[in-house]
């Protein structure tokens, strides 16, 4: 049974000051149940595994920046559950969107095969949205490339005006949406090789 831990300022003091300390095992040996607990009453259905990891790393990248103060701000373990609940939410919503994905390309699949004559534009459409879907979740692309691919090659605006609005130049657009596209490409590709 996970017991509700108490707080180590010093612990919180080391893990802040460094990614790579060594104490990250002993806060995640502490952390780790209580989460975990809270993920089963919660949200049975998740990969709790996937959602720790998510919220371990999001919790290594803000530490440098938390002040512990449990007057102002409550206790560590209320922040540290906040994170799981805000990774596990979004884990739901990503699911409950794949779940959506792979419905609506099953059924395009089997119109297609019942000789449905619209069935290769919604098979069509069923892949570049489930590309586009890979694409916005894959975390190796940058934010900035997948704002100016959705802008540029999905929305159609004008390459110069994005470039204006975010600051960059017009080369620098070109660049990214090229490589998101070649990247976006690849992903139907393999989508296409599944039927």
């Not at 190796?140 to 110069?160: D, G, H, L, M, W």
Request: one cysteine or more; proline letters at 4%; charged letters at 30%.
């Amino acid at each position: 049974m996970a017991t509700i831990p108490t707080t180590s300022t010093t612990l919180l003091r080391d893990v802040a000051s460094d990614s790579q300390h060594v104490r990250w095992t002993e806060f995640a040996t502490r952390y780790r149940p209580m989460c975990q607990l809270y993920l089963q009453r919660h949200f049975p259905a998740l990969d709790h595994d996937d959602i720790l990891q998510e919220t371990f790393a999001a919790v290594a990248h803000a530490m440098p920046c938390y002040r512990y103060a449990p007057n102002e701000k409550g206790h560590f373990r209320n922040y540290l559950i906040g994170v799981v609940r805000n990774k596990a939410l979004m884990a739901l919503r990503s699911k409950e969107r794949d779940d959506k994905l792979k419905l609506a390309y099953a059924e395009s699949v089997q119109a297609e095969r019942n000789g449905d004559c619209a069935a290769d534009e919604i098979w069509r459409k069923s892949v570049f949205e489930i590309a586009l879907q890979q694409l916005m979740a894959d975390t190796s692309i940058n934010e900035r490339t997948k704002q100016i691919f959705v802008r540029t090659a999905i929305r159609k605006e004008p390459p110069e005006e994005v470039a204006r609005s975010l600051g960059v130049s017009r080369n620098v657009v070109d660049q990214q949406k090229r490589r998101a596209l070649a990247r976006f490409k690849a992903l139907v590709a393999a989508l296409k090789g599944v039927v």
